[in-house]
T-cell receptor, first 114, second 113 residues
């Protein structure tokens, strides 16, 4: 596709369950970002991948959160033992290179933890 | 690290009027300032950006101004239209650094017909 694709668009889970969120970036984009947007809040940086470099995990809120990027393309954000405070929209973005330019965002995955 | 504050959090204007959203940043080294627009149910989309070597940039009805001394930058939308209704985010970063974009908390703009 032409844009950043995220799945699922909506996920409802029970507290304590694990969830996986997927991001398919724009082809050729070497940089990939995950952000979290809580209701009515701004964009909270979670993790950043650039090429084959070690990811910047400085924004992950706890060790329950992890992310992988396989083959320099698709990324999966995993949240283990979900808590109600994890409820938010998780946004993925990609860009051509790590030196800033336009970030292209997906439409997000809305996670609801009951 | 960088800290970006954005005001106001909500803004309502009449169609045809102008809207101004203001942001301040803390890191004097920051040199790239983009603005993103987020429509309901969509991801944010870049609408305009400015680098620290210029004081103003315009693109049709939108403009951004930057005051490096005061460390603030503003988004100006003229002749507002209902389709301008959205959440707007400012951001700041030192381009070429290993840091990430720091976003403001967002402004919900409503253009009343």
């Amino acid at each position: 596709g032409a844009g950043v694709s995220q799945s699922p668009s909506n996920k409802v889970t029970e507290k304590g369950k694990d969830v996986e969120l997927r991001c398919d970036p724009i082809s050729g984009h070497t940089a990939l970002y995950w952000y979290r947007q809580s209701l009515g809040q701004g964009l909270e940086f979670l993790i950043y991948f650039q090429g084959n470099s070690a990811p910047d995990k400085s924004g992950l809120p706890s060790d329950r959160f992890s992310a992988e990027r396989t083959g320099g393309s698709v990324s999966t954000l995993t949240i283990q033992r979900t808590q109600q405070e994890d409820s938010a929209v998780y946004l993925c973005a990609s860009s051509l290179a790590w030196d800033v330019g336009e970030l292209f965002f997906g439409e997000g995955s809305r996670l609801t933890v009951l | 690290g960088e800290n970006v504050e954005q005001h106001p959090s909500t803004l309502s204007v009449q169609e045809g009027d102008s809207a101004v959203i203001k942001c301040t940043y803390s890191d004097s080294a920051s040199n790239y300032f983009p603005w993103y627009k987020q429509e309901l149910g969509k991801g944010p989309q870049l609408i305009i950006d400015i680098r620290s070597n210029v004081g103003e940039k315009k693109d049709q009805r939108i403009a951004v101004t930057l005051n490096k001394t005061a460390k603030h930058f503003s988004l100006h939308i003229t002749e507002t239209q209902p389709e301008d209704s959205a959440v707007y985010f400012c951001a700041a970063i030192l381009a070429g650094s290993a840091r990430q974009l720091t976003f403001g908390s967002g402004t919900q703009l409503t253009v009343l017909p």
